[in-house]
């Protein structure tokens, strides 16, 4: 059965930086895209940052450019995002998806998803 388990997310003040985890089971991470997205109250889910290690690309939102790092650790089957200089904008719960095909970081070509984790970013 295919697991992601986000963790990380809390309240940080604007400026500050918060680092989420993923942990996945029941599959391995190097044979999936897998990446990170946010949805804010109100808003559509939209993609943060995503990996592949099939040709190693990675995708940024440009709103999050210079500020937020993915990675994974394939000994770990996690991956991370690290953020930093965030912003009130920023606040949204954020959830760890993949998918082994995937050729976008669009929500809709996501077929595993977590239950997310909360992010409050204060101003």
């Known amino acids: 059965e295919v697991q992601l388990v986000e963790s990380g997310g809390g309240l940080v003040q604007a400026g500050g930086s918060l680092t989420l985890s993923c942990v996945a089971s029941g599959f391995i991470l190097d044979d999936y895209v897998i990446g990170w997205f946010r949805q804010a109250p109100g808003n559509e889910r939209e993609g943060v940052s995503c990996?592949?290690?099939?040709?190693?690309?990675?995708y940024y939102a440009d709103s999050v450019k210079g500020r937020f790092t993915i990675s994974r650790d394939n000994a770990k089957n996690t991956v991370y995002l690290q953020m930093n200089s965030l912003k009130s904008e920023d606040t949204a719960v954020y959830y760890c998806?993949?998918?082994?095909?995937?050729?976008?970081?669009?929500?809709?070509?996501?077929?595993?998803w977590g239950e997310g984790t909360l992010v409050t970013v204060s101003s």
């Open positions: 998806a993949a998918e082994p095909i995937a050729t976008t970081c669009e929500p809709d070509d996501m077929d595993y």
């Open positions: 990996i592949s290690s099939r040709d190693g690309s990675i």
